[in-house]
């Protein structure tokens, strides 16, 4: 009850500072904040290591492994920069959550159609150029086994693209909180790994692929040697 009332208040809060600060910007905080309070609420401890690489006066490219629903409140509540979330155009349609999604100038995508698509990957294009970071989940869905799957193309092309740099983000622990067999919350620690930034050549076409293959081997390090120390 309490959570459904804070997500209420909070979404309203948002909307409302959509009509002064057009950026997004304003919205987005409250966001995080909401965020932060979701985790905390439900007790669970957020840990997160390599902020030194977080860059806080440009633009990046967020690539991280997808756990698990709470991936998304971990991101959001303790990434200390300005973030736009590319999410299924559906739940923008949504009382107050989706709402507040467009004051904060999040991306709709619409995947019926391939200029539905093309039209969401240039608005991403956009928003990097414009200052705000991303986050790319390249699995494409979450984790069914809590295993990390094969890493589709997309954030290389952001990348050469935008200009903007590939950060490597490793999540642990999100699948345990919520399955997708079993939509019931279970309390437990999450881990944040924020890997050194990957400048990509946007001159070579040629090494998107062994870029996307680096930055999934790094995920993978992390993970299985967070694993090994549980």
Known sequence: MLITLLSLVLGMISILAGFFDRSGNTSHNIASLWSRLLCRWNGIRVDITGMENVLTDRAQIFVANHQGYFDIFALSGFLPTQIRWVAKSILFKIPFMGWAMKSARYIPVKRDSKKNSYQAFLNTIETIKAGNSVIIFPEGTRSEDGTIGPFKKGSELLA????????PVTLVGTWSIIRKSRPVIQPGPVRIIISPAITIDPKNRGDGEETLKTI???????????????
Do not use: D, K
């Open 160 to 167: 050469r693209r935008s200009g903007a740099l590939l950060v």
């Open 216 to 230: 999934r081997n790094t995920i993978c390090e992390n993970f299985e040697n967070c694993q090994a120390r549980e």
